[in-house]
C-alpha cells in the first residue's frame, strides 16, 4: 500500500505535465506564425487541403510526360500501321490463363478475324503467344525538344512487327497512347502559356483603368463589355477560322494563343481594377507617392505585390478555360491541325457516330481532359483558400 500514494502523485503531476508541454508548443507554434512569411503562410495552409496537394501531384506528373513526352511515348505518334486498324486496347497482364505469375508485364498476341456477316475485322487475343514488355528499348527515332536525336524509348515490344495498343489504335493504325502523350505537349502548355499572356494583358489594362480612373477607366470599361458580349464560341470560329490553312502548325499554335489570350482577359483586368480602386488611397501608397516614387513603381513595386497571391489562384483556375478553348477549337477542326496532335486534335477523329460506336476508346482523351481541368480546379481552390487571409 506504500506504492499506492506515490503512483496516484505521479498520476496527478503527469496532467499538469502534459498540459504545461501542451502549452508551450501552442506558443511556439503562435510565434512561428507570427514571423513567417505571407508565402510560408500559404505553403502551410495548402498543405492542409490534402485534394489539392494530390492534384498538384497529378499535374507535376502530367507537365512530366508533357516535356519528356518523345521518350515516354512508345512510339511516333504519326506512325501508321494499316494492318492494325481500331484494335481495341490491350490488357497488361502479369498472370497467365494457366495461373503462372511473371515478374515481368507481358501482353497476349493479338489475331485478326473477319465477320462474315458484317465484313468487319476483330481482333481476339492469342493465348499461346506471350509478348513480353521491354523497358528503355529501342524503336522510331526521334529529336528530344527538337534538340538531341534518340530511338530510346522508355518502354515498348522488342521486333519491328509487334506494336503495342495500350490504349487502342484509331482509324489509320496510330497508337493512341502515344498520341495522348504527345498531344498533352500542346494542350497543357496552351493553358499555361496563354494564361501568362492574359495576366500581362489584364495586369496592364486593369491596373491603368483602375489607377487612373476617370476617362480612361471608362473607356476600358466599355471595351471589356464589348469583349465579353461577343459569344464565345462563334468568336472563336471566326478567328481561327481567319487562320491561313497553309500555315504551318507551330505558327497556328501560337495564333490559337493569341485569340484564346485576347479573349480570356477581361476577367482578370476587372479584378485587378476593383483592386487598384480600392488599393490606390491606401497609406503605403500615400507613403510611396510623398518619397517620389513613380507610378510605375507605386503599381509594381507596391499595389501588385499586395495581392499577388490571389492573382496566382486565380491564373490557376483560368489555365482549365485557355485547356477547353484549345480543344474546342481543334476538335470544331478550326483550331490546330494534323500533323499536329493535341487532345482537341485527337478527339476530332471521334466526331463521327458511327466510329464511336465501333472503337470508343477513340473518347479516351477526353478523360484525360477531365482529369488535367479536375485537378487544375482543385488546385486553384486550395490556393485561393490559402491566399484568403479569412479562410477557415
Same mark, same amino acid.
Given at each position: 500500500?506504500?506504492?499506492?500514494?506515490?503512483?496516484?502523485?505521479?498520476?496527478?503531476?503527469?496532467?499538469?505535465?502534459?498540459?504545461?508541454?501542451? !502549452?508551450?508548443?501552442?506558443?511556439?507554434?503562435?510565434?512561428?506564425?507570427?514571423?513567417?512569411?505571407?508565402?510560408?503562410?500559404?505553403?502551410?495552409?495548402?498543405?492542409?487541403?490534402?485534394?489539392?496537394?494530390?492534384?498538384?501531384?497529378?499535374?507535376?506528373?502530367?507537365?512530366?510526360?508533357?516535356?519528356?513526352?518523345?521518350?515516354?511515348?512508345?512510339?511516333?505518334?504519326?506512325?501508321?500501321?494499316?494492318?492494325?486498324?481500331?484494335?481495341?486496347?490491350?490488357?497488361?497482364?502479369?498472370?497467365?490463363?494457366?495461373?503462372?505469375?511473371?515478374?515481368?508485364?507481358?501482353?497476349?498476341?493479338?489475331?485478326?478475324?473477319?465477320?462474315?456477316?458484317?465484313?468487319?475485322?476483330?481482333?481476339? !487475343?492469342?493465348?499461346?503467344?506471350?509478348?513480353?514488355?521491354?523497358?528503355?528499348?529501342?524503336?522510331?527515332?526521334?529529336?528530344?525538344?527538337?534538340?538531341?536525336?534518340?530511338?530510346?524509348?522508355?518502354?515498348?515490344?522488342?521486333?519491328?512487327?509487334?506494336?503495342?495498343?495500350?490504349?487502342?489504335?484509331?482509324?489509320?493504325?496510330?497508337?493512341?497512347?502515344?498520341?495522348?502523350?504527345?498531344?498533352?505537349?500542346?494542350?497543357?502548355?496552351?493553358?499555361?502559356?496563354?494564361?501568362?499572356?492574359?495576366?500581362?494583358?489584364?495586369?496592364?489594362?486593369?491596373?491603368?483603368?483602375?489607377?487612373?480612373?476617370?476617362?480612361?477607366?471608362?473607356?476600358?470599361?466599355?471595351?471589356?463589355?464589348?469583349?465579353?458580349?461577343?459569344?464565345?464560341?462563334?468568336?472563336?470560329?471566326?478567328?481561327?477560322?481567319?487562320?491561313?490553312?497553309?500555315?504551318?502548325?507551330?505558327?497556328?499554335?501560337?495564333?490559337?494563343?493569341?485569340?484564346?489570350?485576347?479573349?480570356?482577359?477581361?476577367?482578370?483586368?476587372?479584378?485587378?481594377?476593383?483592386?487598384?480602386?480600392?488599393?490606390?488611397? !491606401?497609406?503605403?501608397?500615400?507613403?510611396?507617392?510623398?518619397?517620389?516614387?513613380?507610378?510605375?513603381?507605386?503599381?509594381?513595386?507596391?499595389?501588385?505585390?499586395?495581392?499577388?497571391?490571389?492573382?496566382?489562384?486565380?491564373?490557376?483556375?483560368?489555365?482549365?478555360?485557355?485547356?477547353?478553348?484549345?480543344?474546342?477549337?481543334?476538335?470544331?477542326?478550326?483550331?490546330?491541325?494534323?500533323?499536329?496532335?493535341?487532345?482537341?486534335?485527337?478527339?476530332?477523329?471521334?466526331?463521327?457516330?458511327?466510329?464511336?460506336?465501333?472503337?470508343?476508346?477513340?473518347?479516351?482523351?477526353?478523360?484525360?481532359?477531365?482529369?488535367?481541368?479536375?485537378?487544375?480546379?482543385?488546385?486553384?481552390?486550395?490556393?485561393?483558400?490559402?491566399?484568403?487571409?479569412?479562410?477557415?
Amino acid at each position: 500500500m506504500s506504492g499506492a500514494p506515490e503512483e496516484r502523485a505521479l498520476r496527478t503531476k503527469e496532467p499538469a505535465g502534459g498540459a504545461a508541454r501542451q !502549452e508551450r508548443l501552442l506558443e511556439e507554434e503562435t510565434a512561428r506564425i507570427f514571423v513567417a512569411s505571407q508565402w510560408k503562410l500559404m505553403y502551410w495552409r495548402f498543405r492542409k487541403h490534402k485534394l489539392a496537394v494530390v492534384s498538384f501531384f497529378v499535374l507535376c506528373f502530367l507537365y512530366f510526360v508533357a516535356i519528356f513526352a518523345e521518350f515516354i511515348a512508345p512510339y511516333d505518334h504519326n506512325k501508321q500501321n494499316t494492318k492494325l486498324l481500331f484494335v481495341p486496347p490491350r490488357r497488361i497482364r502479369f498472370v497467365d490463363e494457366q495461373g503462372n505469375f511473371s515478374l515481368r508485364p507481358f501482353v497476349y498476341g493479338l489475331v485478326q478475324q473477319v465477320d462474315t456477316a458484317t465484313l468487319r475485322k476483330t481482333y481476339v !487475343e492469342d493465348t499461346g503467344t506471350k509478348i513480353y514488355i521491354h523497358f528503355f528499348v529501342h524503336g522510331d527515332p526521334y529529336k528530344l525538344w527538337g534538340l538531341f536525336e534518340s530511338d530510346l524509348h522508355l518502354f515498348g515490344l522488342e521486333g519491328n512487327d509487334r506494336t503495342l495498343f495500350l490504349l487502342g489504335s484509331d482509324r489509320m493504325g496510330r497508337d493512341m497512347l502515344s498520341r495522348v502523350i504527345h498531344g498533352s505537349r500542346i494542350s497543357l502548355s496552351v493553358g499555361f502559356v496563354g494564361v501568362i499572356i492574359s495576366l500581362v494583358l489584364g495586369v496592364i489594362i486593369g491596373g491603368i483603368s483602375g489607377y487612373y480612373g476617370g476617362v480612361v477607366d471608362i473607356a476600358v470599361q466599355r471595351l471589356i463589355e464589348f469583349i465579353r458580349s461577343i459569344p464565345t464560341i462563334p468568336l472563336w470560329m471566326a478567328l481561327a477560322a481567319a487562320l491561313p490553312v497553309y500555315w504551318p502548325p507551330l505558327k497556328v499554335y501560337f495564333a490559337i494563343l493569341v485569340i484564346l489570350s485576347f479573349i480570356g482577359w477581361t476577367g482578370l483586368a476587372r479584378v485587378v481594377r476593383g483592386r487598384f480602386l480600392a488599393l490606390r488611397e !491606401e497609406d503605403f501608397v500615400m507613403a510611396a507617392r510623398l518619397a517620389g516614387a513613380s507610378e510605375w513603381r507605386i503599381i509594381v513595386r507596391h499595389l501588385v505585390p499586395s495581392f499577388l497571391s490571389y492573382l496566382i489562384a486565380n491564373l490557376t483556375l483560368a489555365i482549365p478555360g485557355m485547356i477547353l478553348g484549345e480543344t474546342a477549337l481543334s476538335f470544331l477542326g478550326v483550331g490546330l491541325r494534323p500533323p499536329a496532335v493535341s487532345w482537341g486534335v485527337i478527339l476530332n477523329e471521334a466526331q463521327k457516330l458511327r466510329v464511336v460506336a465501333q472503337a470508343p476508346w477513340l473518347l479516351l482523351p477526353g478523360a484525360f481532359i477531365v482529369l488535367a481541368v479536375l485537378a487544375f480546379n482543385f488546385v486553384g481552390d486550395g490556393l485561393r483558400d490559402a491566399a484568403d487571409p479569412y479562410a477557415r
